[in-house]
């Protein structure tokens, strides 16, 4: 919380907030990663991100409910430490989902989406979904 608010007030811009969880089964277990990218707008931004493995292995429906858990999670994980910095507003918190119109989770997309809008945050989903499908997914292969 820290870097991001030290970060949004060094560099004057128009912020993008945006958290996004991406998974991938290997051998052994799977792979979850959660990322938090703070975007400036036309002029780049910051990323951070955790990892997470679990050796019980899901179906895809239960392990994209579970992605988009872990997001909703550190959503509000991410509003609480704003409230507790005095003087410090967050931008509005886009949560980047691992879904789309197209392939195995195009059955998903409306459940998946009420879910992330029911709790109070924006929902962005494939192609737009670049926190989950590009950052994210970068760090669920090693």
Partial sequence: MKKIV????????????????????????????????????????????KKLRNK???????????????????????????????????????IHLDVGSNGKTKDMVHSIVGMITGSGFKAFIKPEAFGATKVADKYTKS
């Fill in 56 to 94: 019980e292995k899901r179906e895809i429906h239960q392990r994209i409910f579970y992605e988009a858990y872990l997001s909703l999670n550190v959503a509000g994980k991410i509003l609480l430490g704003f409230s507790e910095i005095q003087g410090a507003t967050p931008p509005e918190i886009e």
């Fill in 6 to 49: 030290e970060y949004m007030a060094s560099k004057e811009g128009d912020y993008r907030l945006i958290v996004g969880t991406d998974s991938q089964e290997n051998e052994e277990n799977v792979v979850f990663v959660t990322a938090i990218v703070l975007h400036r707008k036309g002029k780049g931004g910051i990323y951070f991100y």
